[in-house]
């Protein structure tokens, strides 16, 4: 399985506005981390304790800096672009999204990017999907402005820019 579709398509974008230094919070499988390094960005993941000792072998083939997800809110990397791909899909409670919202932000640096993938709210994602509207209210109130919407089959992704301060 290859890498989102929305990361696949804005690499050239990101290339073009001097992306480098991107972390991959959440990685799962590495499939965008990979595909990302591949196309010449120095990539960090960040995952969960537990996944990152599933995935170890493939991080050291691919020689990965690796962060423990509870450890993030520590740093301040100063990265061009976070992916978050279907991360807010996977937890329950809202105050624990902002969390991982805030902690991108705190990562990023000024006007870094920040694309989140989720799943669209419809009949069979309504508990765990989101609206467009529902993501915006979400996530722009934590210091981000909208620069695009992609979607396809269900699928929801909106690349955010950190507002400079």
């Known amino acids: 399985m290859g890498a989102a579709l929305s990361v696949q398509s804005l690499v050239p974008y990101?290339?073009?506005?001097?992306?480098?230094?991107?972390?991959?919070?959440?990685?799962?499988?590495?499939?965008?981390?990979?595909?990302?390094?591949?196309q010449g960005f120095q990539v960090i993941v960040i995952e969960t304790p537990d996944h990152l000792r599933k995935i170890k072998e493939k991080i050291a083939q691919y020689q990965f800096p690796e962060i423990v997800s509870h450890l993030v809110p520590c740093f301040r990397l100063e990265a061009d672009l976070v992916l978050s791909n279907f991360v807010l899909n996977t937890i329950e409670k809202e105050e624990e999204r902002r969390k991982i919202i805030f902690n991108a932000y705190q990562n990023l640096k000024a006007g870094g990017y920040f694309l989140i993938d989720v799943k669209e709210k419809n009949l069979k994602y309504s508990r765990k999907g989101f609206s467009e509207e529902e993501l915006d209210a979400l996530v722009r109130g934590q210091g981000f402005y909208k620069i695009l919407v992609l979607r396809r089959r269900g699928l929801l992704g909106v690349l955010y820019g950190k507002e400079s301060s």
């Open 14 to 38: 990101w290339k073009k506005h001097r992306v480098n230094l991107v972390l991959d919070y959440g990685a799962g499988n590495l499939r965008n981390a990979c595909y990302l390094k591949e």
